[in-house]
């Protein structure tokens, strides 16, 4: 009984958020940085609280927002989930910066992301690169 308990409790923390529409904007070869999107989906509660990946020195949450007509862009900490809820990373909404591209992409490349969750620690996700 004891065993299927721990077993039980093992398939809750092995529950990942799930992605989905996961993309990357494509900018010019020249661009030093640019935007990642996605729907995340968590079954339970958890927070995204980094990203990292391979082809930028430095990844950061970010929140845009309008204040007094203006529209500003500004790092966050982390992005809350409660059980159930899909959050959509999107221009002009919340999304992830690639700051300090390391190479050019290409349009249709995959790039793999890794995110690490509070609760249910990193995953590794493709990332599609294209145009809006």
């Known amino acids: 009984m004891l065993g299927c308990a721990m077993l039980a409790g093992a398939n809750v923390a092995l529950a990942q958020p799930k992605l989905e529409n996961a993309w990357i904007r494509l ?6 940085m640019t ?3 996605a729907h995340i989906t968590s079954d ?3 927070r995204l ?3 990292k990946t391979e082809i930028a020195t430095k990844a950061e949450i970010h929140e ?4 007094n007509g203006m529209m500003s862009m500004r790092p ?3 992005i809350a989930f409660s059980a159930g809820e899909t959050v ?3 221009p002009q909404g919340k999304h ?3 700051i300090g591209l390391t190479r050019a992409l290409q349009e249709g490349e995959e790039v793999p992301v890794l995110l690490e969750f509070a609760e249910s620690g990193v995953q590794s996700h493709l990332f599609t690169v294209h145009k809006p």
């Open 76 to 78: 966050i900490e982390s």
């Open 27 to 32: 900018m010019p070869p020249n661009a030093g």
């Open 49 to 51: 609280m980094s990203v």
């Open 64 to 67: 845009t927002t309008m204040e």
């Open 44 to 46: 339970a509660k958890d």
């Open 96 to 98: 992830i910066m690639l």
């Open 88 to 90: 959509e990373l999107k």
């Open 35 to 37: 935007a990642a999107y």
